[in-house]
């Protein structure tokens, strides 16, 4: 369960927009779940109106606007609680129970009898336009006495509740925090430009699949809304704009040997790059961004390294690269030449044709990397999130060089890079197989070029894979069922198909390489632990739930408001002594 969590100061804009048609259309049915007492003895589940949510918000703002009190940041609290589309769909009495433990594990009723309670509502219109569950909770920090509910941590709170509600309803659990592994996020503009380019892409292939089947195909504005959806839902992930720079960034990465190398091959990879120098120098880079070349009278957008992946931080990349005065001045020199638009200082190796000859090297190279590793704990958790990273920029290289648009090359990467998105840089940084992956990458990044012929290709592939699926062995013996799925779906399907592209070419193909990889379990929905552990702040909140239903279940609630009486002039600037503690 995802927790979404924002702050307003308009109580009746935040209804209207709930009960209303939404930015696409995509409200249906909006109507109420659960509510203080007051609130739903007064309404029922129909269908709410346009005058049903003016009604709502003069309810909710009462305490507020009758105490005249004024809230740091917006009195309306607002928080969005979605379960992913493939754990299907929950019933009103079920988002109604969840609601209500949600607003007792931030406090936001009578926190176990020691405040009076805040107004609030959770409200239901219908699955998101990418097919999600979802529950929209308002709450009026301005509680019944006029003291302010705490908003302290309360991001992180929410994340705790989302944990606690997931044991407690046996929902997946997020296995992130259990890997200290995230993404990052979009914003809601950054979002609509993602599903725009999204349908495009999504139109365009089934244009492309339907001339190649031939046949009686529907044009694309006459398929089923709900299909055309799908396929504009699987299309958003790999053509979102950052990822395809994260893409590129980590392909030029992994294949460079020093970090003035690494400049070069973005800038050979047509993206705009500009450094971020430490305060009053010219010579020291702290961080870096990059940017697609915009359109004509368009300006560029800018993506710093940590907006793309927490692994392409450039203290992060600096890990595996050579530490020495000499690389540090030649970087520098790059990245001033990057930065003002000049040709690059000194071109290197990314300017030659490889020799033939390293592919088979590289490629024993990566095998008896993989025997390395069998030595390593599956719970090492540095050692793996840097094999993933290496790995992901092995296919994101490919992808790049080969794909004109994101295909199954780049999924894999994306898959993979998912497992190298660790919250904190490794105690000791880990350079295991680093000399032998970055030549692999760098042979890679160079397939457009020319190459050894498929044979070589499909050689390297087949230990790719087996890199993944030991990457896949660590998420599983992790406890991280969703993510070794996902490693697995990237490798059994998308890679295998690539196998079949290459076997395809009319080529040379020794028997060697057309032996089938590894094989890994076949890519099946995970199954979730639900007895584990949780941590001392999720079981906090789990017990915090469960005093109020104890309490809910003895205790019947008052249809009537409780009276609100008008804040009286103040004859002091001091907060009076009844004002309570969260003052």
Sequence with gaps: ???????????????TYLVGEGRHNEHEEPHLVAGDHALMAWYDDAELSGDNAKA??????????????????????????????????????????????????????????????????AIRHGLSQAGNDHVHIAVNLVREDGTKASTHLDYQRAQNAARALEVKYGLEQLESTKGERATRGYSPAEQARVEERA???????????????GGEQPEWHRLDPKERQARITAEVRLNAPRNDLARTVRGAAGASENEAEFVRRLRRSGVLVRPRFAEGTTD??????????????????????????????????????????????????EWQ???????????????????????????EEIGQLREQLRSIPLDDRDTWSTVARQTAAAFAAWSNAVEETPGDLAEASDALAKSAQTYRRP?????????????????????????QGT???????????????AVYDAAKAAGEARQAANVEAAVRERVMNVRRQLEAVPATTAASTTTAPTSTATATAPTIDRSAIVDASVQEALDKMQRAEEKRSNTTGSPVPPQVEPARPRTTTKPGADRGPER
């Excluded at 369960?1 to 209804?15: C, E, I, Q, S």
């Excluded at 009462?62 to 928080?79: E, F, I, K, L, S």
């Excluded at 365009?204 to 190649?212: T, V």
């Excluded at 070589?456 to 993944?468: E, G, I, V």
């Design 337 to 363: 030449a990057a930065g003002r638009g000049r040709r690059p200082v000194a071109p290197g190796r990314e300017m030659r044709e490889p020799d033939p000859e390293l592919w088979q090297r590289h490629t």
């Design 1 to 15: 369960m995802m927790p979404n969590v924002t702050r307003g100061d308009r109580m009746a804009g935040l209804m």
């Design 455 to 469: 044979a070589a290709q499909l050689a390297m592939l087949r230990q790719l894979m087996n890199l993944s699926q």
């Design 427 to 451: 105690v000791k940084p880990q350079r295991a197989g680093r000399v032998a992956m970055s030549g692999a990458t760098m042979l890679l990044a160079s397939v457009a070029r020319g190459g």
């Design 56 to 121: 709502i918000a003069r309810h909710l703002d009462r305490p507020r606007t009758a105490m005249g009190v004024d809230v740091n940041g917006g009195h309306v609290w607002h928080a969005s609680l979605s379960l992913r589309a493939e754990e299907g769909i929950r019933t009103d009495q079920e988002w109604a129970a969840i609601a209500q433990d949600f607003v007792s594990a931030m406090g936001f009723d009578d926190n176990d009898g020691t405040k009076a309670p805040c107004r609030w509502v």
């Design 199 to 213: 349908a495009l892409f999504a139109q365009r292939k089934y244009e492309q699949h339907a001339a190649r089947v």
């Design 284 to 333: 020291v880079i702290t961080g870096y961004s990059v940017a697609s070349r915009p359109a004509d009278g368009e300006r560029p957008i800018w993506y710093g390294g940590g907006q793309m992946g927490r692994d392409l931080t450039l203290p992060r990349l600096r890990e595996g690269w050579p530490d020495t005065p000499t690389g540090a001045t030649d970087a520098a020199a």
